[in-house]
């Protein structure tokens, strides 16, 4: 998955709520979902009108082991 993170600028597109239920991504200016046209390497995420009802648009938030797996302090040259 491919996402374009940019700076807080205030702008109310930017903010999103995560819905525990539903399990989506919504926009809190649009009401617009976040969502992949396909689950496949390198999609990107588009946004989709909330009455879609796809699978693409659902989210599972995991949380990953505070180390993530790797070492952060050993540089690899």
């Known amino acids: 998955m491919n996402l374009v993170m940019y700076k807080n600028m ?10 525990n239920v539903h399990k989506t991504w919504k926009n809190q200016h649009t009401g617009d979902l976040m969502g992949l046209e396909r689950f496949e390497v390198d999609a990107n995420c588009h946004t989709w009108q909330k009455d879609d009802e796809s699978n693409n648009l659902k989210w599972e938030i995991e949380y990953c ?13």
């Open 65 to 77: 082991a505070e180390d993530h797996d790797h070492d952060h302090d050993h540089h690899h040259d």
């Open 10 to 19: 205030g702008m109310p597109n930017q903010h999103w709520e995560y819905s």
